[in-house]
């Protein structure tokens, strides 16, 4: 999926997701990239996720999961999980 990195925190980096084509829901749905799922382990630990990104930067990210508002972890709001690292650099 498609986004813009719209804030950089300490512990990630927000994405606004592309809406899907033909979608009218008025706000981009956002997203969380933890800073571990920034990089493949591989390539070493990324101190700040500004190490690797910049605000409005445009990434390519794998959504991981989607948290609903009644689970626990939703904390009454959904939250969705991405990863850039998961995302295959060739074919995106």
Excluded: M, N, W
């Excluded at 591989?42 to 409005?56: F, I, N």
């Excluded at 990210?61 to 709001?77: F, Y």
């Amino acid at each position: 999926v498609k986004g813009t990195v719209t804030r950089i925190e300490p512990y990630g980096a927000f994405v606004d997701l592309d809406p899907p084509p033909g979608s009218d829901h008025p706000r981009p749905f956002r997203g969380l990239c933890h800073v571990s799922a920034l990089r493949p382990p591989e390539e070493g630990r990324v101190e700040h996720p500004s190490d690797v990104l910049s605000p409005e930067e445009r990434v390519t990210v794998l959504v991981l999961e989607v948290i609903g508002p009644d689970d626990p972890e939703g904390r009454g709001q959904y939250r969705i999980r991405l990863s850039l690292a998961a995302v295959d650099p060739k074919t995106g």
